[in-house]
């Protein structure tokens, strides 16, 4: 990442010292006793897992930036380009979690039960991230070295699963606790300064989410059924979204992951694909076909005017051009895809990374500067009301619980769109930025009424199959700031269509595709184990073969 982190990471740094290798893993032995200077604050510590967290998912993180290229969301000339990303969030997310499990053990015995049970249900979240994203890993033996388990057995993710539900249950419990707590969290709590009837409803929304990745595999409508019986129990409101908030850029950098092509000197590595931009004009001949999305200006922020415009020209030849919008392809080749295109690259615009709208005015970012691009301040968005409801409107279509699913799946969309005035609005604020803009609510525009009209007269006239697609592909752009759930959603359902360049694959045009791409690699159903888990670690399995390799919810 090219940003700076918070003022609170140095801090924390001094005083917890947690080793990178999952396997050799050694925590500072930590006095309970409140007056010695030596115990971590809980409040610390949780603040410091929520930012690694999300750090490690979201988009322009290593994990995130990975599974948006492997989702076709963005493109760009790193690993992930061709199939090749390794171990991404790995060490992260363990790091993340042998600090939760501090806050469990620390915030139950200085009876901080609130704390506690937070700490449990982001730790339930963080590993079924992990299980999706790997599948079996180290779970039952992992941070057991107190113990004497210095090699900790990788557990299958089927098992894993259940016991994350059960954790979940713990985590509110915990948070219901009648007990007097010594404190609970307030402003430390980054997600939702302390509101723990918001904690609960992340909680059971994440336990609905789990249900449905599983639900190929799995009889799980007495549960789903009895989690949507209650709506209010669930994320069901703007207000409610369960996100992670970064701020603007100040006396420190604490803007967004994904706003890092803004500072950026060199840029190429987190480009928007061509691929999702041909399916959002309405040019897929397959999905959404004629039907124009009104986010791609929200979306995509054009450093070049369209030839005839005010700033044309590229600075050297380009790989994929559509008027102002400008990028490369998965898998190409040639000079056009590696030379220096900094200040012609379209960029993630104001709603994927807090950047610029695109108002046409196809000014170069390093002609606006760092400061004045955008805030950066989007929030992380691990899960929201529209998310929920796209879960809901997938389990109608699959049969497992009943209900109207073009009535939901129309509330998803106008919940997709009012997540982004939503956010604009309360998070991102566009007019406080060094070069202020004033962005037109999307919701209550008249192309966006158009587009949804459309969506739901082709939902109409499709198959079960086809539904379903929909209801996929409108969630995968909808989570375009989180494609850690697209990659997992693509895997277990088949949605939406992805790019697939032969030979490996069948599809190899876009409307504009001129230029040869290059990728031998199946599509990987996993990633690989950590290099430095397996070398090190005597009960790890060998490396897998990632285009194999399935999670145990795949079908």
């Known amino acids: 990442m090219r940003r700076k982190n918070h003022f609170i990471y140095f801090f924390i740094a001094l005083i917890v010292l947690v080793a990178g290798i999952t396997s050799c893993k050694?925590?500072?032995?930590?006095?309970?006793?409140?007056?010695?200077?030596?115990?971590?604050?809980?409040?610390?510590?949780?603040?410091?897992?929520?930012?690694?967290?999300?750090?490690?998912?979201a988009l322009g993180s290593g994990l995130g930036s990975t599974m948006s290229i492997y989702t076709h969301q963005t493109t760009g000339r790193v690993g992930a380009d061709r199939y090749g990303a390794g171990s991404a969030g790995w060490d992260g997310l363990y790091g993340a979690i042998a600090n939760l499990d501090v806050i469990i053990t620390q915030g139950?015995?200085?009876?901080?039960?609130?704390?506690?049970?937070?700490?449990?249900?982001?730790?339930?979240?963080?590993?079924?991230?992990?299980?999706?994203?790997?599948?079996?890993?180290?779970?039952?033996?992992?941070?057991?070295?107190?113990?004497?388990?210095?090699?900790?057995?990788?557990?299958?993710?089927?098992?894993?699963?259940?016991?994350?539900?059960?954790?979940?249950?713990?985590?509110?419990?915990?948070?219901?606790?009648?007990?007097?707590?010594?404190?609970?969290?307030?402003?430390?709590?980054?997600?939702?300064?302390?509101?723990?009837?918001?904690?609960?409803?992340?909680?059971n929304t994440i336990k609905l989410k789990l249900y449905t990745q599983v639900r190929r595999v799995q009889d799980v409508k007495a549960a789903v059924t009895a989690l949507l019986a209650t709506p209010a129990n669930l994320i069901n409101a703007q207000a409610e979204n369960f996100m992670m908030p970064y701020g603007p850029f100040g006396t420190t950098d604490d803007r967004h992951p994904a706003y890092g092509d803004y500072t950026a000197t060199q840029r190429g590595g987190q480009l928007f694909s061509p691929w999702m931009y041909e399916i959002m004009k309405g040019r897929n001949a397959n999905i959404l076909n004629g039907i124009a999305d009104p986010r791609i200006p929200y979306y995509i922020y054009n450093q070049k005017s369209a030839p005839g415009g005010s700033n044309p020209t590229?600075?050297?030849?380009?790989?994929?051009?559509?008027?102002?919008?400008?990028?490369?392809?998965?898998?190409?080749?040639?000079?056009?895809?590696?030379?220096?295109?900094?200040?012609?690259?379209?960029?993630?615009?104001?709603?994927?990374?807090g950047g610029r709208f695109n108002d046409s005015s196809a000014i170069a970012i390093n002609t606006i500067t760092a400061q004045k691009a955008g805030t950066g301040a989007l929030p992380h968005q691990f899960i929201t009301y529209a998310d929920r409801l796209f879960l809901e409107a997938e389990l109608i279509n699959a049969g497992v619980i009943t209900g109207d699913q073009k009535t939901v799946f129309s509330k998803a969309l106008d919940e997709s769109f009012a997540q982004m005035d939503y956010i604009i609005t309360n998070f991102i604020k566009p007019g406080s930025a060094g070069s202020p803009q004033t962005v037109p609510a999307i919701a209550t525009l008249a192309a966006t009424t158009t587009y949804k009209t459309a969506v739901l007269a082709a939902f109409d006239a499709g198959t079960t199959a086809k539904k379903l697609e929909y209801i996929m592909t409108e969630k995968w752009i909808n989570r375009i700031e989180n494609p850690v759930d697209s990659y997992t959603d693509y895997r277990r359902t088949g949605y939406p269509v992805m790019f697939a360049p032969a030979p490996a694959g069948t599809v190899t045009?876009?409307?504009?595709?001129?230029?040869?791409?290059?990728?031998?690699?199946?599509?990987?159903?996993?990633?690989?184990?950590?290099?430095?888990?397996?070398?090190?670690?005597?009960?790890?399995?060998?490396?897998?073969?990632?285009?194999?390799?399935?999670?145990?919810?795949?079908?």
């Open 26 to 57: 050694k925590f500072l032995d930590v006095n309970k006793n409140l007056n010695d200077p030596t115990a971590v604050p809980v409040s610390l510590l949780l603040s410091k897992c929520e930012r690694d967290i999300a750090a490690n998912i």
């Open 108 to 203: 139950t015995a200085e009876t901080r039960f609130t704390y506690a049970g937070i700490a449990k249900i982001l730790k339930a979240y963080a590993f079924s991230i992990l299980v999706d994203v790997y599948g079996d890993v180290p779970y039952s033996e992992f941070d057991q070295f107190e113990s004497g388990i210095t090699q900790p057995k990788f557990d299958k993710g089927s098992d894993i699963y259940p016991k994350l539900i059960a954790l979940i249950d713990e985590g509110i419990n915990d948070i219901n606790n009648t007990a007097p707590n010594a404190s609970k969290p307030s402003s430390d709590d980054f997600i939702y300064k302390g509101n723990t009837t918001n904690w609960k409803k992340a909680a």
């Open 314 to 353: 590229p600075e050297i030849c380009t790989k994929f051009r559509d008027g102002g919008f400008i990028t490369i392809f998965f898998g190409s080749n040639g000079n056009c895809r590696d030379g220096s295109n900094s200040n012609t690259y379209s960029l993630l615009g104001l709603y994927p990374a």
């Open 509 to 555: 045009t876009v409307s504009d595709y001129s230029n040869p791409v290059q990728c031998d690699r199946p599509y990987p159903l996993s990633l690989p184990f950590s290099t430095d888990e397996i070398s090190r670690n005597t009960n790890a399995p060998p490396q897998k073969v990632p285009e194999i390799y399935k999670v145990f919810w795949q079908p």
